[in-house]
């Protein structure tokens, strides 16, 4: 009999001490729970995206960013034409859920940009304005003598910017996908689901606008950083559906 009062103590201070650590840990959530989760914080990102195309598509503002190709062009001054937003669902785990949302937007400006090089150099040129998504018509400036003395590119001065969000929902992700938004070439960041907040998709819009570069400090580059083990999914992806809004 006397050592039940120390047994019950004992019970009491395990107890105790279990309680205070499930106060600390997180709830366990179901694999449903967690990809239900990312899926809701994208279906929030494209409908905000949304809206904030169509504001910007009435406002046209002109962005504060100088797309380069190389010392050959820079394009400054171009305004906000107009963007729309995508999305595509699939069949995982028993679920439909978003496979991507992406947003497209063009910027532009009304004055062609002219270009005189060298002949030596018209293949480079031609090259590198191909590879950075130019459009622009090329014509030969010939002497007398039919001989060519430059090569003219007439460049239109526009440039396409995207934005992907890919889930992981393997990995529990979102990578997200800049292309040619603050420069002529592609970023991927890596976000945690709820990284994808309202705030992140606020820089982004001042990203695209070239307000701030906060949103590129939100994430870590692609593939940097340890490893990660995948999550168990018991099915294999299957595509069903895509939907595409207009663009406006």
Avoid: C
Avoid at 150 to 164: E, H, K, L, M, Q
């Amino acid at each position: 009999m006397a050592d039940k009062p120390a047994a019950s103590s004992l019970l009491a201070r395990l107890r105790q001490q279990s309680d205070a650590v499930r106060a600390t840990e997180s709830p366990r959530r179901s694999m449903e729970e967690i990809l239900l989760d990312m899926d809701q914080r994208l279906w929030r990102a494209y409908r905000w995206i949304d809206e904030a195309l169509a504001h910007l598509g009435v406002i046209k503002p002109v962005v504060a960013h100088e797309f380069r190709v190389e010392s050959y062009l820079t394009l400054s001054g171009l305004q906000f034409e107009q963007g729309f937003v995508s999305y595509r669902r699939r069949h995982l785990a028993g679920q439909e859920l978003l496979d991507y949302v992406e947003l497209f937007y063009r910027l532009s400006s009304t004055k062609p940009v002219r270009l005189k090089v060298q002949p030596t150099a018209v293949a480079e040129v031609d090259g590198r304005l191909r590879t950075a998504g130019m459009q622009f018509r090329y014509e030969a400036e010939v002497d007398e003598r039919k001989v060519i003395k430059s090569g003219i590119f007439t460049v239109t001065p526009a440039v396409t910017g995207s934005v992907r969000f890919n889930p992981d929902y393997r990995l529990h992700g979102i990578n997200v996908r800049l292309t040619n938004v603050d420069r002529l070439e592609t970023v991927d960041l890596e976000f945690k689901p709820e990284q994808v907040d309202e705030g992140a998709l606020e820089d982004l819009v001042r990203l695209v606008l070239g307000e701030s570069n906060a949103f590129l400090h939100r994430a870590p580059l692609a593939g940097v950083g340890a490893g990660k083990k995948p999550a168990a999914i018991e099915e294999p992806v299957v595509y069903r559906i895509e939907k595409t809004i207009r663009s406006r």
